[in-house]
């Protein structure tokens, strides 16, 4: 099975601050097909998850170009350049290239 | 206007049958390259996949809990069904299911997720 491992586990900024948020796969997730099926979503506070980033880093829709991603092969990134109080909530990475497998999270707290 | 609505029984004892229905509207499960997938999360805790299921009535499943899950949909009714057998205590969870999009993958759309507690 695919293990994603995010880090930070725990994330506090400030209002404007820029943070990077890393996943890093137990195998290469470039596909056979030439595409790499990493994903990043949000959560925020008693919400369901919204989808930010699909294909490493294609930004969904209506999603603030605030958010990117990048990344290759096992090691990926989502930054959030000028962090925004809604931006408040966990974050998870996920895998659809081995079967399907979500990271543990990152939850980014607002100082 | 793409929408999800999961249900179920809310409570149930242990070594039951969980019986999950997902309701969806704008789009069909009969066009290709379209798909829904279960997803749980316990109270407080990281998300864990649990099936997709294709138009073409393919099915994937996580390995880890294969053995006691049963995927299916119905096209007509635009619903998607999810099964688990022999359910324990650490089968309580919020359950989501969302759409696998022919074009814009998986995942893009969520329901707002059911509370399924086990109990006795």
């Known amino acids: 099975d695919v293990v994603l491992t995010q880090t930070p586990s725990i994330l506090s900024a400030t209002i404007g601050q820029s943070v990077s948020i890393s996943c890093r796969s137990s195998?290469?997730?470039?596909?056979?097909?030439?595409?790499?099926?990493l994903y990043w979503f949000l959560q925020r506070p008693g919400q369901s998850p919204q989808r930010l980033i699909y294909?490493?880093?294609n930004l969904g829709s209506g999603v603030p170009n605030r958010f990117s991603g990048s990344g290759s092969g096992t090691d990926f990134t989502l930054k959030i350049s000028g962090v925004e109080a809604e931006d408040l909530g966990v974050y998870y990475c996920?895998?659809?290239?081995?079967?399907?497998?979500f990271g543990s999270g990152t939850k980014l707290e607002i100082k | 206007q793409v929408t999800l609505k999961e249900s179920g029984p809310g409570i149930l004892q242990p070594s039951q049958t969980l019986s999950l229905t997902c309701t969806f509207s704008?789009?069909?499960?009969?066009?290709?390259?379209?798909?829904v997938g279960w997803i749980r999360q316990p109270s407080g805790k990281g998300l864990e996949w649990l099936a997709n299921?294709?138009?073409?009535?393919?099915?994937y499943y996580n390995p880890s809990l294969k053995n006691r899950l049963t995927i299916s949909k119905d096209t007509s009714n635009n619903q998607a069904f999810l099964k688990i057998t022999n359910v324990d205590t650490a089968d309580t969870a919020t359950y989501y299911c969302?759409?696998?999009?022919?074009?814009?993958?998986?995942?893009?759309?969520w329901g707002q997720g059911t509370l399924v507690t086990v109990s006795s």
């Open positions: 969302a759409r696998i999009g022919d074009y814009d993958g998986p995942f893009a759309y």
């Open positions: 996920m895998q659809a290239t081995h079967a399907l497998t």
């Open positions: 294909l490493v880093s």
């Open positions: 195998q290469s997730l470039l596909d056979s097909d030439g595409n790499t099926y």
């Open positions: 299921i294709w138009w073409d009535d393919d099915k």
């Open positions: 704008g789009f069909s499960l009969s066009t290709y390259g379209m798909g």
